[in-house]
C-alpha cells in the first residue's frame, strides 16, 4: 500500500515593509557591533547609546564576539561561537529576541564581513536597516551611509546623524 508523506511546511518569514526613517519617526533602535580586544569600539557605541537615550530613543545594542568563551570584558548583550548552529548562524534567544523586535532603526557600527551579523540585518524586522556603504551590507541594508577608508566608527555615527537628522525625540500627539 502506498502512504502519501505529508511534506513539512516551511516558516513562511513575514515580509516587512522597509521604508526610509530618520530620527523624527523613530523610536526604538538597534545597534549592531563586533567586540575587538581595544575597549574603543565598545566605549563609542556606550557614548551613542547613551547620547540616542538622553534624547528620548530606545536604544538596544547586540554584539558579536569572535571567541568560543564568554568575554568578560564585553559589557553589552553579545553572542559568541558557541551560539551558532551547524551552518555558522545565530542560533540563541538573545539573538532571536534581536531579529524579531519591531526596531525602527537598526544601525550596523561594523566594517568586517561577520556573516553572523549580516544575518541578523537581513532577517531582522526592523523597519530601516542603516549600514556603512560596504559592498558586502548592501544587500541587506535600506540606507547605505558614506564612510572614509579609515572605517572610523566617530565618523560613522556623524554622518548617521547627519543623513538621519538627529534631533530629540517628540512624542506625537494621541
Excluded: W
Excluded at 513539512?8 to 557591533?33: C, N
Excluded at 568563551?69 to 548583550?77: A, D, G, L, S
Excluded at 551611509?145 to 538621519?164: G, V, W, Y
Aim: some cysteine; hydrophobic content about 35%.
Amino acid at each position: 500500500m502506498n502512504v502519501p508523506t505529508a511534506i513539512p511546511k516551511q516558516p513562511v518569514k513575514k515580509k516587512v515593509q522597509h521604508e526610509f526613517i530618520d530620527f523624527s519617526t523613530a523610536y526604538r533602535i538597534g545597534i549592531l557591533g563586533i567586540y575587538t580586544e581595544t575597549n574603543q569600539v565598545q566605549q563609542k557605541i556606550l557614548a551613542y547609546q547613551k547620547e540616542l537615550e538622553k534624547l528620548g530613543f530606545e536604544c538596544e545594542v547586540l554584539l558579536f564576539v569572535n571567541e568560543k568563551e564568554k568575554n568578560t570584558n564585553v559589557f553589552f548583550p553579545s553572542f559568541n561561537l558557541t551560539e551558532l548552529n551547524k551552518e555558522g548562524m545565530p542560533n540563541s534567544p538573545r539573538t532571536d529576541r534581536f531579529v524579531v523586535r519591531r526596531f525602527d532603526l537598526l544601525l550596523n557600527l561594523f566594517f568586517e564581513p561577520c556573516k553572523q551579523l549580516i544575518h541578523i540585518t537581513a532577517e531582522s524586522n526592523a523597519k530601516c536597516r542603516v549600514s556603512p556603504y560596504i559592498d558586502f551590507l548592501t544587500d541587506s541594508s535600506d540606507i547605505l551611509i558614506p564612510t572614509d577608508s579609515h572605517n572610523d566608527i566617530q565618523l560613522l555615527i556623524k554622518n548617521i546623524n547627519e543623513t538621519l537628522k538627529l534631533q530629540p525625540y517628540v512624542r506625537p500627539q494621541i
